[in-house]
């Protein structure tokens, strides 16, 4: 296997006692580049998320089946914080910055999961500044005083203060401006250019299509499609459902089509 | 003019003992969601422990005892009830801390009786005299005291990683989890804390001018709920703010019960909630709570 990998297979995910959120599913993120997940609200991309960096049970869910592997070791019911220092972190959904600290007390949130002391923080200060200058001229305001874009940019910032090797990121561009949202796609190439993995989760399948290399498409909880992204990009089920754009030819080259979609979930109970 | 600055003094001091109290309330809020009614009886053990060892062991180590005994009492009882039923609503495990409440006063109260205990504090039944202003000795180290507890749970609370951990998780508890915080550790240390202060608290309860150590003194504890109310529940600088209001309260209508007779007797005890009620009216989330207390 390869160094710095996150190997995802055959995942069941349950909320409550009844309610599948994932059917198994099987991906892997290389210990470089960007991997996308598209999918539609509710097709378990957060809960894809939620299971590698343990966070399901803050949301009564339990991981019912199969194996998250990162770098060689077992992810599947270690705790956020155990995961966090392996090196796998998550920028939540909704940026989620803690409001009422400043911006300054925020990154400095995101070195509470890490080991190493103040040489290796220091840098990683500066590197964050270095990527959003904006963050430093804004160090003693609160973060809730901050514009959406700023708030994605400090929430990201934030993980990067942990040292991430693989960093998860849920719809990053999710309610912001497109201007921004051409910031944040550039922001998270650099990242990935610095050697950072980044497994992007995002329903705006033209940016995650254009940074990835890979992708994955998550429909009612199970695997779709899967394959490069350019190629992804040319079949027809992505141009219409996550594109936007009408199909008119037939016979575009079919990527690996990984599981049969059934008509109706089963209803487990 | 003496009379008022005597009675203004022994308000702050008052004021400092619950504020001790209270801190423990809002840490606990902050950190797991309950409202720690057990508080009053974490609060009678750690003078009770006092009162048992001082004899043996001297005041300080007594008190130093005491502080580690109600400390660990405190995060046992976040480690069986709080933690251990992690997923049961937050109303429910705040019903429970009465239940532990009943229990653990019950017990001590079984063991003080009717006594009286003395807790052996080296202030005795000094007064100090400055201009004709008279003020007990046990109220200067009250405040003393408090004022140095208080600044370094703030300092704290401010610079460490725990206290930025506290903050955080209090704000997003999921978010917070994401950054590699340990929650249920940082939860147990909250408690701890508070149980390590409401020992501190106890033996300036049960200090000069009061007789001693009885088994209500754990009821005194309740005066600090609504200064940490009207502080505003989850704020901790609200917490002090809210307990200097409530003591200057109850000296000032205690001292001039004389003129307010018309109020009836005890006005001091019952001062202190009409205070509350109307600081709540005023601003129903408290002096410097949180605006948005419930999401729904």
Known sequence: MEPGALLVEGLEVV?????????????????????????????????????????????????AGGSIRYDGARLGGRDPAAIVRAGVVQVPEGRRVFAHLTVAENLRAGTL??????????AEHDRVLDLFPVLAERREQRAGLLSGGEQQMLAIGRALMAAPRLLLLDEPSLGLAPRMVGRIAGVIREIAARGTAVLLVEQNATIALDLAEKAYVLDVGEVRLAGASAD???TDEVRRLYLGEPVESEGTPAPVRTAPRRALGRWTG | MTKLAEIVLNGLALGSVYALIALGFVVIFKASGVINFAHASLLLLGGFTVAKLHDD????????????????????????????????????LTILTIGVDILLTTELTRRIGSDVLSLGDPWRAGVRDWN??????????????????????????????????????AEDREAAALMGVRLGRVQLIAWCVAGALAAVAAVFLAAFPSAGLDR??????????????LGGMDSAAGALLGSLLVGLTSALTA??????????????????????????????????????????
Request: proline share 2%.
């Open chain 1, 15 to 63: 909320y409550g006692r009844s309610v599948r959120a994932l059917r198994g599913v099987s991906l892997d993120v290389p210990g470089n580049g960007v991997v996308a997940v598209l999918g539609a609200n509710g097709a378990g991309k957060s809960t894809l998320l939620r299971a590698v960096s343990g966070t399901l049970s803050l949301h009564r869910g339990t991981i």
């Open chain 2, 132 to 169: 004709g202003v008279h003020i007990a000795d046990a109220r200067i180290a009250c405040v003393v005291v408090a004022v140095v507890l208080i600044g370094t749970f703030f300092a704290a609370f401010r610079f460490t990683a725990w206290g930025l951990s506290m903050r955080a998780a």
């Open chain 1, 232 to 234: 992804l990009a040319r």
């Open chain 2, 255 to 296: 001292g001039y019960q004389s003129d307010l007779s018309w109020l009836g007797a005890n006005l001091g005890d019952v001062a202190p909630y009409v205070v509350m009620l109307l600081v709540l009216i005023w601003r129903p989330t408290g002096l410097l709570g949180s605006r948005e207390r419930a999401r729904v």
């Open chain 2, 57 to 92: 062991l001297g005041f300080t180590l007594a008190l130093l005892v005491a502080v580690v005994v109600t400390a660990a009492v405190a995060g046992l009882v976040e480690m069986v009830f709080i933690r251990g039923l992690g997923r049961t609503e937050v109303h429910t």
């Open chain 1, 113 to 122: 999961g890490r080991r190493g002391r103040a040489a290796g923080i220091r």
């Open chain 2, 216 to 229: 209500s003194t754990g009821q005194i504890a309740l005066a600090a709920f609504p200064a940490a109310i």
